[in-house]
């Protein structure tokens, strides 16, 4: 079969039927199924939390901006074969960041997912995103997640930047390679204020 990614590019795999897939969205470990040959991982660090925001005016006189997303966790993507994979691996996920407390605080970063096999093959990192800048900080959104020992880097996007309109609009969060699921980034706080973070996810295709 053919995995086709986000960005355009695919990965050929000599799939058969009955391939099976895994998904978690917590801390714990991953069995390999001793009949399956070849494991495709996609393990995604968790997203950023939003930055705060203070209602009013700030101390220019001027409404202050809203909060800034937060940025969306980074996807690691690689292949293992049975040797590298051996019997399992321990997996680790990374949880969304907190919004920015206190009115005007920016928000925490995303914890970073790996995903630590234990046979002979790499270990791999989805990078958690960067928390968004509460408004008395300017607003800016949180840059995303990067991966570590990835075939693919899936970088996530970046968390947009709040802006100063009527009372403070906020900025939308950045998105992980699974869109506005696992991953993403939270919203900022103000007008407009959308979804807070995820945290991120493991995939594994086995076959």
């Known amino acids: 079969m053919t995995i086709y990614f986000g960005n355009g590019t695919s990965m050929s795999a000599a799939a058969t039927a009955g391939a099976r897939f895994h998904t978690q969205n917590a801390n714990n470990s991953f069995g390999a199924d001793s009949s399956r040959s070849n494991f495709l991982v996609f393990i995604t660090g968790g997203g950023g939390g939003g930055g705060g925001h203070e209602y009013g005016q700030n101390d220019q006189g001027n409404n202050s901006d809203g909060g800034g997303g937060g940025g969306g966790g980074g996807t690691a993507i690689r292949m293992y074969d049975s040797n590298q994979m051996g019997s399992g691996a321990n997996v680790s996920i990374g949880g969304g960041g907190n919004a920015g407390g206190n009115g005007h605080q920016s928000g925490n970063g995303g914890g970073t997912s790996q995903f630590n096999p234990n046979g002979n093959g790499s270990t791999i990192q989805g990078k958690g995103g ?69 945290g991120g996810t493991l995939m594994v295709i086995s076959y």
């Open 130 to 198: 960067q928390g968004g800048q509460g408004s008395r900080q300017g607003g800016t959104g949180g840059n995303g997640g990067s991966a570590q020992n990835s075939a693919i880097d899936m970088d996530g996007s970046h968390g947009n930047k709040g802006r100063s309109a009527g009372s403070g609009f906020a900025g939308q969060g950045g998105q992980s390679y699974w869109a506005g699921g696992r991953g993403r980034g939270g919203s900022g706080q103000g007008s407009g204020s959308g979804p807070g973070s995820k």
